[in-house]
């Protein structure tokens, strides 16, 4: 097992997502600064603190509910990004960047999910 959450491809992906969308977020009007953007911002936060949280978390059940958790706040964060794009909020090529990293995040939580499935248990016999 990896010494550090640092030590995660995924949660340094994460890490690039949640910059990408407060460079994103920057450019939209001044009146979302508590509504859309805000929420973007929170949502994109989470998922490298879950993902963190988790790892330092003792037992596997814990991490992978963090991980639940992140993989979530993806999903919500997904959703956001489509009524920015909807809105025609901020940047194209930055809710471009946004988008993709968040698909790819969301594809590495879901395989370090499976990779940490609890082993089937033996029956007595």
Same mark, same amino acid.
Not at 13 to 23: F, H, I, N
Not at 65 to 86: C, H, V, Y
């Given at each position: 097992?990896?010494?550090?959450?640092?030590?995660?491809?995924?949660?340094q992906k994460?890490?690039?997502?949640?910059?990408?969308v *407060? !460079?994103?977020?920057?450019?939209?009007? #001044?009146?979302?600064t508590?509504? =859309?953007?805000? +929420? /973007?911002?929170? %949502?994109a936060?989470s998922i490298?603190?879950?993902?963190a949280?988790g790892?330092?978390?003792?037992?596997?059940?814990? *991490? !992978?509910?963090?991980?639940?958790?992140? #993989?979530?706040?993806?999903?919500? =964060?997904?959703? +956001? /990004?489509?009524? %920015?794009?909807?809105?025609?909020?901020?940047d194209?090529?930055?809710?471009?960047?946004?988008e993709?990293l968040?698909?790819?995040v969301?594809?590495?939580i879901?395989?370090?999910?499976?990779?940490?499935?609890p082993?089937? +248990?033996?029956r007595? %016999?």
């Amino acid at each position: 097992m990896l010494r550090s959450f640092r030590e995660l491809t995924v949660w340094q992906k994460s890490m690039k997502l949640a910059t990408s969308v *407060y !460079r994103l977020t920057q450019g939209f009007p #001044r009146e979302e600064t508590y509504g =859309l953007a805000s +929420q /973007l911002r929170r %949502a994109a936060v989470s998922i490298p603190s879950n993902i963190a949280e988790g790892h330092g978390r003792s037992g596997i059940g814990q *991490y !992978r509910q963090f991980l639940w958790i992140a #993989r979530g706040s993806n999903f919500e =964060l997904q959703t +956001q /990004l489509e009524i %920015a794009k909807d809105l025609e909020m901020g940047d194209p090529k930055l809710l471009e960047e946004s988008e993709a990293l968040s698909q790819e995040v969301g594809k590495m939580i879901y395989a370090l999910l499976n990779k940490l499935k609890p082993e089937p +248990q033996a029956r007595p %016999a």
